[in-house]
Nanobody, 121 residues
Framework: QVQLVESGGGLVQAGGSLRLSCAAS????????VGWFRQAPGKEREFLSG????????YYADSVKDRFTISRDNAKNTVYLQLNSLKPADTAVYYC??????????????WGQGTQVTVSS
């Protein structure tokens, strides 16, 4: 019903920046929360940030709140994640997700395919 497609990943030097995009299509989810997760090799999937589609309120994991910024453009059906001051530990596949509930405590209803971010030292 809903398709999420990430883009913007790539290779970047430590200390650099990157902006990820998540384009949504299909069913409108005005009451949903949309956000970002990541998964590094050998580790569990980690919540990063969420934003309410209609109101725009945001929340972040403590580990990234000083470096990452989430935003949205409703006219373009797109959510962004700005990654700043990147570290090698940020290397992971980054996933866009959408759900009916708080993404920190509930499994999202929809997932994108992921985009690779690699940070070199």
């Amino acid at each position: 019903q809903v398709q999420l497609v990430e883009s913007g990943g790539g290779l970047v030097q430590a200390g650099g920046s990157l902006r990820l995009s998540c384009a949504a299509s299909g069913r409108t989810f005005s009451s949903y929360t949309v956000g970002w997760f990541r998964q590094a090799p050998g580790k569990e999937r980690e919540f990063l940030s969420g934003i309410s589609w209609s109101g725009g309120s945001t929340y972040y994991a403590d580990s990234v709140k000083d470096r990452f910024t989430i935003s949205r453009d409703n006219a373009k059906n797109t959510v962004y994640l700005q990654l700043n001051s990147l570290k090698p530990a940020d290397t992971a596949v980054y996933y866009c997700a959408a759900g009916r509930f708080d993404l920190r405590v509930a499994v999202p209803d929809y997932w994108g395919q992921g985009t690779q971010v690699t940070v070199s030292s």
